[in-house]
T-cell receptor, first 115, second 108 residues
């Protein structure tokens, strides 16, 4: 169990550019979640996958955001035409099955700065 | 929309003092979780409480779930500098909803 890993850890980009983040969950975890966290706030849910199926997307996830988990293992989160308001920490988490008592294990996050 | 309010937002205390952090909502949750997050890292789960009135202890940390499963508290006894960090509560309805967090600073 090597934990959830995220790459890159930091990304600085100019407004209007596209960025892509990667998340590698704990192996054998069926669920994968993406959250966004801004300074002074707790993580906000963006979307989650059960295996390769994307089951729910938050209203926070505008059409500039897309997430994939093509083989039910790693996931990518792409932001097109970045805006300064997209600057935040993007967190990925994985869990075995989901549910009220399931434990979500978080990665270290990707900090995005849009100039 | 389920909202969780945490208080206080910031707490600065001396080593050895006791403290309590509160997490309140008008919504009922299936479970409530407490996390600790350090700068530049993701949150780490401390505890999950499920039953109304449930009390769980983790060394010097005591967690309580309200009888109506709408609120929770975290009490730390004899705080240590290593307790410094951001404490987040999160309620599970059909997904995790996080509070804004309490920044705890323990001074030596």
């Amino acid at each position: 169990d090597t934990g959830v890993s995220q790459n890159p850890r930091h990304k600085i980009t100019k407004r209007g550019q596209n960025v892509t983040f990667r998340c590698d969950p704990i192996s054998e975890h069926n669920r994968l979640y993406w959250y966004r966290q801004t300074l002074g706030q707790g993580p906000e849910f963006l979307t989650y996958f059960q295996n390769e199926a994307q089951l729910e997307k938050s209203r926070l996830l505008s059409d500039r955001f897309s997430a994939e988990r093509p083989k039910g293992s790693f996931s990518t989160l792409e932001i097109q035409r970045t805006e300064q308001g997209d600057s935040a920490m993007y967190l990925c988490a994985s869990s075995r099955t989901g549910g009220a008592t399931d434990t979500q294990y978080f990665g270290p996050g990707t900090r995005l700065t849009v100039l | 929309t389920q909202l969780l309010e945490q208080s206080p937002q910031f707490l600065s205390i001396q080593e050895g003092e006791n403290l309590t952090v509160y997490c309140n909502s008008s919504s009922v949750f299936s479970s409530l979780q407490w996390y600790r997050q350090e700068p530049g890292e993701g949150p780490v789960l401390l505890v999950t409480v499920v039953t109304g009135g449930e009390v769980k202890k983790l060394k010097r940390l005591t967690f309580q779930f309200g009888d109506a499963r709408k609120d929770s508290s975290l009490h730390i006894t004899a705080a240590q500098t290593g307790d410094t960090g951001l404490y987040l509560c999160a309620g599970y309805g059909n997904k995790l909803v996080f509070g804004a967090g309490t920044i705890l600073r323990v001074k030596s």
